[in-house]
């Protein structure tokens, strides 16, 4: 059985979609631009799992439906023309799968210039593309599609005796695109910040509901149910809920294990909302308490965290907030005697990585892992208002020979989501807590 989101793009106005489209056109210049949505995924026999649209598909359209293309065909003279394909009105596929918009009512509903069914597709776009200085379209990203288009262009190279020509450039439309969907919009970042608040009030359920004694799959369930219960339609991926040594396991995944009392717990647990995903990370001790030895590390991240924040502003490298996580805890792990040496040296061979060997951060929007390259020319990119991203420095203290037994198995990651401005940054998932004192307020409460 199919499953679609009905309720994706409804907060942002069709016109906000149109100006996207438009501006893609100017990007591009004359040709034509061809972005299908994702395809539906089998679970197992006449199973699918629920259904996501593709992130560029929906940036231009707001189109939540299976089986949809979107075309942009844009003239000499700059003027442009968008067509939706998508699936036709079936009185007994809605009955069993639900409602679909269908040709008749898209151009009115998605704002677009007309619409097609997607059974037309193979036999418009060979006449679309004839004579067109170029295609864009995402290459090498389903082996299917690549097919599919090369076999429109060597339908439009078989018309040459009769004087057409095919596209002699294809580029890749999602390097257009990527640059676009870096700077969030206010639409984009009204989605972002009810997000994170969403995950932000989940996080607070969980150390509300945790016990020594307890599972991780409890957690677990507790993030879930408060995500959907205010609407999200999705975990923006599964939760990490990692106790004790689980949480030295970075993309730990089982949620199985047993949460005894002087374990911490770490929670890495975000939701999609409308296509917007927040990625938030807090860890806090099970039975309520830091130990000492818990309670320095975790500072020690907190103060790494503080010093990446600060570091987040207009104009700096994206390298920037991850340097400056980095030189907090370097020095951090040689006053605890995890590391040995001056601080340029443990930053310079590397042995910090032995305890923190991931990146400060990422982009995030549509995508966890948002679209947009780090590196321009060489060099890391220069951060700019509405830029979004994640910073989320941590510490995993396996058990060796020359480390401190009191740190052994101690995991602990503190990722929040931030939005560069004009002056800074903001924090959008502050309602999270992350302070010692607020954290141990709250743990075991109950909800």
């Known amino acids: 059985m199919t499953q679609t989101t009905s309720t994706a793009g409804a907060t942002i106005h069709p016109a906000e979609f149109a100006q996207r489209r438009q501006r893609l056109a100017q990007h591009m210049g004359p040709g034509v631009a061809v972005i299908p949505t994702a395809p539906e995924r089998m679970r197992n026999r006449d199973s699918d799992y629920l259904y996501r649209f593709d992130s560029y598909f929906w940036y231009l359209t707001g189109f939540a439906e299976p089986q949809a293309v979107l075309v942009l065909i844009v003239a000499e003279d700059g003027s442009n023309r968008c067509i939706l394909f998508c699936r036709e009105r079936n009185a007994e596929r809605e009955l069993w799968d639900g409602y679909r918009c269908g040709p008749e009512a898209a151009p009115a509903r998605y704002g677009v210039d007309e619409a097609q069914p997607i059974e037309a597709l193979d036999s418009l776009l060979p006449q679309w593309l004839a004579n067109q200085p170029a295609l864009h379209y995402p290459t090498g990203a389903d082996a299917q599609w690549d097919a599919r288009v090369m076999g429109w262009l060597n339908t439009v190279r078989g018309m040459s005796r009769n004087g057409v020509t095919a596209p002699t450039r294809l580029q890749d439309v999602r390097n257009l695109l990527d640059e676009m969907r870096l700077i969030k919009d206010n639409h984009e970042l009204a989605l972002m910040r009810r997000s994170c608040s969403i995950a932000s009030a989940a996080h607070v359920r969980a150390m509300r509901a945790c016990k020594s004694g307890g599972r991780e799959y409890e957690i677990e369930a507790e993030l879930l149910y408060e995500f959907r219960r205010q609407g999200a339609q999705f975990p923006s991926y599964w939760p ?129 892992h948002d679209a947009g390259e780090y590196r321009q020319h060489g060099a890391w990119r220069a951060l700019q208002p509405g830029m979004t991203l994640t910073v989320e420095p941590g510490c995993y ?51």
């Not at 647990?269 to 409308?274: I, M, P, Q, R, W």
């Open 240 to 368: 990490i809920v990692a106790a004790g040594a689980n949480a030295c396991v970075l993309h730990y995944r089982d949620n199985a294990g047993p949460m005894h009392d002087g374990d911490l717990l770490l929670i890495d647990a975000g939701c999609e909302l409308d296509g917007y995903a927040s990625d938030i990370t807090r860890t806090f001790p099970v039975n309520g308490r830091f130990s000492k030895p818990q309670r320095a590390l975790y500072e020690l991240v907190l103060a790494a965290q503080a010093a990446a924040i600060s570091a987040t502003r207009p104009g700096v490298a994206w390298e920037a907030p991850h340097d400056a996580a980095v030189r907090v805890l370097a020095a951090g792990f040689i006053d605890l005697g995890l590391c040995r040496g001056s601080l340029d040296e443990v930053i310079q061979t590397g042995d910090y990585k032995r305890f923190y060997m991931h990146r400060t951060g990422h982009w995030l929007g549509l995508d966890v």
């Open 397 to 447: 203290i396996r058990p060796a020979p020359e480390v401190p037994e009191a740190y052994w198995n101690i995991g602990i990651r503190i990722e929040d989501d931030v939005l560069v401005t004009a002056q800074g940054c903001e924090v959008l998932s502050a309602e999270a807590p992350k302070q010692i004192d607020a954290i141990e307020a709250l743990v075991g409460r109950g909800n």
